[in-house]
């Protein structure tokens, strides 16, 4: 098990930076992948970016170049520097680890682009 909180959310520019992180409750970015992946009402959560255990980042089309991924293994933080935002943007964005084909889900932090 493992427990994963999210912070950093809120109100946002167009055009404006946020930086939200994720703190995990254990060790454990030697063995999962972190992700980050944002839902809108109505729609099904995607993916936004992720870094595997290796350190590989990926991201989705629509978010490369306007957010980077990364993250502190001695703090078990994992963050999103999101820059640039858009309100398409907006959405509840959750930390993810992906564990042994086993999900584990914060409890998601708001993100509004609006001005």
């Known amino acids: 098990q493992v427990q994963l909180v999210e912070s950093g959310g809120g109100l946002v520019q167009p055009g404006g930076s946020l930086r939200l992180s994720c703190v995990a409750s254990?060790?454990?970015?030697?063995?999962?992948?972190m992700g980050w992946y944002r839902q809108t009402p109505g729609k099904q959560r995607e993916l936004v970016a992720k870094?595997?255990?290796?350190?590989?980042?990926i991201y989705a089309d629509s978010m490369r170049g306007r957010f980077t991924i990364s993250r502190d293994i001695p703090k078990n933080m994992v963050y999103l520097q999101m820059n640039s935002l858009k309100p398409e943007d907006t959405a509840a964005y959750y930390c993810?680890?992906?564990?042994?084909?086993?999900?584990?889900w914060g409890q998601g932090t708001q993100v509004t682009v609006s001005s």
């Open positions: 870094i595997t255990s290796g350190g590989t980042a």
């Open positions: 254990r060790h454990i970015f030697s063995f999962a992948t």
């Open positions: 993810n680890a992906w564990i042994d084909n086993t999900n584990y």
